[in-house]
């Protein structure tokens, strides 16, 4: 007799098999969609893989995009696995950006590390307190945390529009008459560049680095503190972690608070290791903020998977931008980003169920996902 | 003079507000199934550019390319409305996530975007589009002539949804049954109903309407196709069925609210009101935030809430 049952553990090999079986399921329904769109399909993977890995240029260009990647999906794998839904990096990456460049603009005489330790808390602080808003109003009211979110991304954005393009703001460059008709913001003093390490022509950027030393960090939180536990047996479920007399609401603040860090953090490596300089426009095009919930999911919310994972989508993201035109327009970076999250959604289930030969066993008692009545808030 | 303001503020009202009356109306079925779909913004995308490239590419009389571009609107709303049933109702995933993943699949820089390039409508003007019409001759009477009398096919087309809907859920019985699914489908399913059956259906047709309510953007409120032209209208409009607690004539009046807030800026500008063009813009966004607090207060008052299996996925037998 043959039965399918419930699997209440996860076998370690599978945490890793089942992320490169979506991945590989994914490339194949890409590629149909391809096929039929009138793509190459082998030739685009190809294009892919040479714009983003085959030479040291290509690769810092991947690290590029994987650097604000790693700090989102980090935002997104520490709240997602608590069941705390922040869809607010993106906004939060946006402040974070805001921060890190005004602290960088006020403080631009500062020996170097200081300053860098300043933009890195500015940005962390920033993004902290927008996700403070839908963090404070989902555990006081018990208001949709996923829709407050969302929609102060949009906030968050035109915010810096403003700073930037509509008024005179502190951020923005005001000294030239050019400056002035077409707005830009205030280029950062050198010493708020953070330095890179170069490895031959290929540079790792200080940020990458910075965002592994967190993953290893929340890690840790999560796996070996009293804290940790008490978010992971809400995340398993609210309600045992109430008759556990655990404070939910305190619990949910500090989820929200370092998940908004993360992505503030994010921001502060677009000033500092990328653009050095708040640019509105080129922030609000990467949608690096929504492409964490791929990341993070892909890495089954694990903050250690999200750093390799970081590079596959970061690789992605590059090749949306490189190859740019008509061979691969930007569009398929979002649908391909699309397969893979249902390929990874559909792969979880496999991984949850196993097919059993011979007589089927007593029932296991059902455990019923618990997350949805948290949605209906 | 304020007349005419007021006249045109609820004039645009319901022009921004047809969107998300449809789309809302879409989740609002949805979710009374018990199926909670975060990809709205995604549908109504993708069917903004399908209507798009319909009504440039059919041959024939505007009225019907008009009607075939709304139809494969619908049907391509539908479609991606079924990717998410058949994640959330068969294989039973986390539905946040997989509504998420369905607005990156067709998002901004997603499917729609692709299919906007691949289509080539990109910086096309329109050929046809919706027009007002004159009811019974009644458009000229002041005030509420063009605001009652004098709108286009689709928006009276979407009173007619909501009056049509409003009396499913309440007074026939597979509405009763609907909403016996969303509140207990165990209960549901001793009573011999088909929960997986009426969630898959409603899911699909609210697909169909997020696609419709996409149509509107470029079939009557602007003739052209860009990305993500939708501007979180889809957020807007699941944050909407919150805000009326699930019930269909409240969407409407939050629905006209938001649009009006929408187009808010537009008028007090061009009546010479000086403010940033970016604190207008941010209104509906940050009115929703505001909205969903004193909502989540109101239903922990009031003990009124969203379907009590919403978001859960049902599974009838394990083992």
Do not use: C
């Amino acid at each position: 007799m043959i039965s399918i049952e419930r699997s209440l553990v996860t076998p370690r090999w599978q945490r890793i098999a089942l992320p490169i079986a979506s991945l590989f399921i994914a490339s194949i329904i890409a590629g149909i969609v391809l096929a039929v769109s009138g793509h190459d399909p082998i030739g685009t993977y190809q294009q892919i893989y040479d714009a983003s890995f085959t030479s040291a240029g290509a690769l810092t260009a991947t690290f590029v995009y994987a650097t604000p990647l790693l700090f989102t999906g980090l935002a997104v794998a520490l709240a997602f696995r608590m069941r705390v839904w922040n869809i607010g990096g993106e906004g939060q990456l946006y402040m974070g950006a805001v921060g890190a460049s005004g602290v960088g603009l006020l403080l631009g005489g500062w020996p170097q590390p200081l300053l860098i330790l300043m933009m890195m808390l500015g940005g962390a602080l920033a993004g902290l307190l927008w996700a403070m808003i839908p963090g404070l109003l989902r555990a006081y009211l018990r208001t949709n945390e996923i829709l407050v979110s969302l929609m102060l991304n949009y906030v968050a954005g035109l915010f810096m529009y403003y700073l930037i393009y509509d008024s005179t703001s502190y951020w923005r460059d005001t000294t030239s008459a050019s400056a002035l008709v077409f707005p830009q913001g205030k280029d950062l003093l050198p010493a708020a560049d953070w330095p890179g390490i170069a490895v031959g022509s290929f540079t790792m950027p200080f940020g990458f680095i910075a965002g592994g030393v967190f993953a290893v960090a929340l890690l840790a939180l999560i796996r070996f503190t009293r804290f940790g536990f008490e978010m992971r047996v809400m995340g398993d479920s609210s309600a045992a972690a109430n008759y556990a007399g655990i404070r939910t609401r305190r619990t949910i603040v500090t989820v929200m608070a370092l998940s908004g860090a993360m992505a503030g953090l994010g921001g502060a490596s677009q000033i500092g290791d990328f653009g050095h300089v708040l640019d509105p426009r080129g922030l609000q095009q990467a949608g690096y903020g929504y492409t964490g919930i791929v990341v993070a999911a892909l890495a089954m919310y694990n903050p250690l998977a999200v750093v390799i994972v970081s590079i596959l989508i970061g690789a992605l993201t590059n090749a949306g931008f490189a190859l740019q035109g008509p061979t691969f327009p930007i569009g398929l970076v979002g649908t391909m980003e699309g397969i893979i999250l249902f390929s990874v959604l559909g792969g979880e289930f496999l991984g949850r169920y196993r097919i059993r030969f011979g007589r089927a066993p007593e029932p296991a008692p059902s455990v019923d996902d618990e997350a949805g009545a948290e949605v209906a808030r | 003079m304020n007349v005419d303001v007021v006249v045109s503020v609820a004039v645009s009202a319901i022009a921004y507000g047809t969107p998300l009356v449809l789309a809302g109306l879409g989740e609002l079925l949805a979710e009374r199934s018990g199926v909670l779909n975060l990809g709205v913004e995604g549908m109504m995308l993708i069917g903004a550019v399908t209507a798009f490239f319909a009504s440039q590419v059919l041959p024939g009389p505007g009225w019907a390319v008009l009607i075939a571009a709304i139809v494969a609107a619908a049907a391509a709303g539908a479609a991606l409305a079924l990717i998410h049933a058949f994640l959330s109702i068969t294989v039973r995933v986390n539905q946040i996530v997989s509504g998420l993943a369905l607005t990156i699949f067709a998002g901004t820089i997603g499917l729609s975007s692709y299919a906007g390039q691949v289509w080539g409508v990109g910086g096309q003007h329109g050929l046809h589009q919706l027009v007002k019409l004159d009811v019974l001759g009644l458009s000229g009477v002041p005030i509420v002539g063009p605001i009652l009398f004098n709108q286009d096919a689709f928006v009276y087309a979407s009173w007619g949804l909501v009056a049509l809907v409003t009396y499913y859920l309440y007074h026939t019985r597979f509405g009763l049954y609907l909403r016996a699914v969303g509140e207990s489908p165990r209960s549901a399913d001793a009573m011999g109903i088909n929960v997986s059956r009426y969630r898959y259906v409603h899911t699909i047709v609210g697909g169909a309407f997020a696609g419709l309510g996409g149509a509107y953007f470029t079939l009557a409120i602007a003739p052209i196709w860009t990305d993500g032209l939708t501007a979180g209208a889809g957020w807007i409009a699941i944050a909407l069925v919150i805000f009326a607690f699930w019930r269909p004539g409240l969407l409407v009046v939050g629905a006209y609210l938001f649009g009006a807030l929408s187009s808010l800026g537009f008028t007090l500008q061009a009546n010479g009101v000086q403010l940033p063009s970016e604190l207008f813009s941010s209104l509906p966004y940050v009115m929703t935030v505001v909205v969903l607090a004193v909502a989540s207060t109101t239903m922990a008052q009031r003990r009124i809430g969203a379907p009590a299996a919403l978001g859960v996925p049902y599974v009838r037998e394990e083992g």
